[in-house]
């Protein structure tokens, strides 16, 4: 067994139950492409390879790869990409690995797991699915629904993006050493593209991030800087309203506001 580095966040894996219930909700196959990321260990990635005969992986901590890869070795083919998740094009590679789309798991890091989601959904047309193990509190602000004080800009952007389920809690001590928090699983769905925002990333961020910038003021005054109060109520949206009330489908709308009021602009 390998000593966790705080420095990279490395919480072990240890519940074999957890494990199992994992790869029940997972159901890995031998047609799956599958990327973990953050094998550590191995915990995950032996039972995921025995089931599929094929993993790759990515992980940034080189000193885990040689032990990882000799307890690999007879149960399938494993590949481990020693890199950053968040260096790593998951586009280009699907494309390598010659799979249509990826189905992507990992036990992420605390201190990093919301830029990976983020970077995961740059990616979200060579993706099949998610499961993820993370800080339970960021999974129920993933899974949040408006009017909730959890709901806000994490919640708004994966919620356009994917179909967010938080399937079971897991607790600190089926981990090694044990996290000061609960963790829970949780699935992402990509949404079929016509059911995806017809705006653009840029926008909805710009919105988004502004409304719940400043969480207790209205739209009229967090967006102040990027729609003034009838640009808001021509989108359908009241300018009284706090960012939280909002459906993922206002956004979209303000969104949409914002490349209109630049077209505008542009033709002045």
Known sequence: MSA????????????????????RVLAPSAVDTLLEIGPGEGALTLPLLAASGRLTAIELDAEL???????????????????????????????????????VVGNLPYYISSPILFHCLDHLQAIQDLHFMLQKEVVERMAAAPGSKIYGRL??????????????????????????????????????????PA???????????AAFAQRRKTLANALAQV???DAIR?????????AETLEPAAFVRLAQACAARRRDAATK
């Open 4 to 23: 966790p580095k705080k420095g990279y966040g490395q919480h072990f894996l240890e519940d074999r139950g957890v494990i199992d219930r994992i790869l």
């Open 65 to 103: 790869i040689p032990a990882l890869q000799r307890r690999a070795a007879a149960l399938g083919k494993l590949a481990i990409i020693p890199a950053d998740i968040l260096q790593v094009d998951l586009t280009t590679l699907a494309q390598h690995l010659g799979a249509s789309k990826l189905r």
């Open 155 to 196: 919640s708004v952007m994966l919620q356009l993006a994917c179909r967010v389920e938080l399937l079971f809690d897991v607790p600190a001590r089926a981990f090694r050493p044990p996290p000061k928090v609960d963790s829970a699983v949780v699935r992402m769905l990509p949404l079929a593209p016509h059911e995806r």
């Open 199 to 209: 705006a653009s990333a840029q926008d909805l961020q710009l919105v988004v991030k």
């Open 227 to 229: 729609l003034d109060r």
């Open 234 to 242: 021509h989108a359908g949206v009241d300018p009284g309203a706090r």
